[in-house]
């Protein structure tokens, strides 16, 4: 998902956006935002407080910079709706997690000061002109704007349309407020996302990251010390199809060394489906996870450190994959390539030993069957016409029905009636 944080909405002058003038912008009266009563109005004051203190924590600033612009005003009359969503999401169960939560809330807030910018009413009186109005700012921007607005990814586009659309089916589901949702568009007029095809790396590139790591060189040519660590990581993530913030997470004793299996729980640290799997690496990957915890063994162990690999983050994972491919002079593959590179070359092996679609989605912890087309897209095409290849499906299946009923029917030499 593209940062949420670039916002395509202006930035706030003393509180007031520039370009628009503060009383055409409320578009007259409106009714009150949420329903009326004792417990209604403490549940919405709770709400407000609630994110009113979550502001004021720089963890919280920090985590809501990836999904949403908190610079950006919204329409007083929203705030309650917008509070008390939040506050509702978090108590979901299965609960969210906090970075799902970011992403959606962000998406809203940019909805919301959309339409406060843009004179419109609250969102309990929007339609889908209003709607479709913003998807049509958003695909081809708004050069008359001040300043100008730009154009954003199709893919933008559709994930922030979503995102939307969950606070509107909230207000129409769970609180009564809408009759229609404005966000339940016609088919033809919803956003449609692109299809992006992922970098899958080859077995040579595989093997030329593998060799650079375990025997390094300097820039002057001379031998240099094998890295272990990055060894260990780009292995597993290639062997496993592990996500990058699993990775971070995996602790020391959920790896067997001795069955090379590691089992990922399904907890909320990492996991993105929750579903716990089990996972298997080769010997030449634990060969460098191995040499990796010896060097390091004594320190974590003193210091009682559980993690697998201590001291590193998702983003520091994602430093060093880059890092390593960029010595090799590749710099369109990343540490979700592995992903994308395990299972296009699952897919890839026809031979015995090739894992079925139900035993991939399993192992890589996929929800759904999609989600295999969406990683193995550019493998796709070839596979499918290597498989019509081996079913002989054609007119040279036709040929060779014949030529089998020609020789049934011609007399050996030799018979005789």
Request: hydrophobic share 35%.
């Amino acid at each position: 998902m593209e940062n949420l944080a670039k916002s395509h909405l202006v930035p706030l002058t003393n509180g007031v956006s520039r370009g628009v003038n503060p009383k055409a912008r409320r578009g007259g009266e409106v009714s009150a935002p949420i329903p009326t009563g004792d417990l209604a109005e403490a549940r919405i004051a709770q709400a407000r407080a609630e994110r009113a203190n979550r502001l004021l924590d720089p963890d919280y600033g920090a985590r809501m910079a990836t999904g949403q612009n908190l610079l950006c005003e919204i329409n007083p009359e929203d705030e309650g709706w917008y509070a008390l969503f939040e506050s509702d999401l978090g108590k979901r169960q299965p609960k969210p997690r906090q970075r799902t939560i970011d992403h959606y809330m962000g998406a809203i807030h940019q909805f919301l000061a959309f339409t406060w910018e843009y004179g419109m009413p609250m969102c309990t009186k929007l339609t889908r002109h209003e709607v479709e109005h913003w998807i049509d700012i958003l695909d081809h921007g708004d050069p008359e704007h001040d300043p100008p607005i730009q154009a954003v990814k199709p893919n933008t586009v559709l994930n922030r349309y979503k995102g939307a659309r969950i606070f509107f089916n909230w207000l129409v589901d769970d609180k009564n407020a809408l009759g229609t949702n404005p966000f339940d568009l016609p088919k033809l007029k919803r956003p449609k996302g692109e299809q992006v095809t992922k970098a899958v790396a080859s077995l040579e590139q595989l093997q030329a990251l593998r060799h650079s790591l375990e025997h390094p060189k300097t820039a002057n040519g001379k031998k240099a010390p094998a890295n272990w660590r990055d060894g260990a990581i780009t292995g597993i993530l290639y062997d496993t199809g592990m996500r990058v913030s699993e990775l971070a997470n995996m602790l020391d004793e959920n790896v067997n060394r001795q069955t090379r299996r590691i089992w990922i729980p399904g907890t909320d640290e990492g996991t993105k489906s929750r579903k716990p799997r089990e996972v298997r690496v080769t010997p030449e990957t634990m060969f460098f996870y191995r040499q990796y915890r010896e060097q390091c063994e004594r320190y974590m162990e003193a210091e009682d450190r559980p993690f697998a690999f201590e001291g590193i983050s998702a983003r520091t994972i994602r430093v060093a994959v880059k890092q390593a491919w960029k010595t090799l002079g590749i710099t369109n593959l990343g540490p979700h390539s592995f992903r994308h590179s395990f299972a296009t070359h699952a897919l890839e092996n026809r031979g015995e030993n090739r894992m079925s679609e139900t035993e991939l989605r399993i192992y890589m912890g996929w929800e759904s069957y999609g989600q295999i087309i969406t990683y193995t897209r550019n493998l796709a095409p070839s596979m499918a016409a290597r498989a019509a290849e081996e079913a002989n499906v054609g007119y040279g299946q036709i040929q060779d029905r014949q030529r089998r009923r020609r020789r049934r029917r011609t007399p050996k030499a030799g018979d005789t009636d």
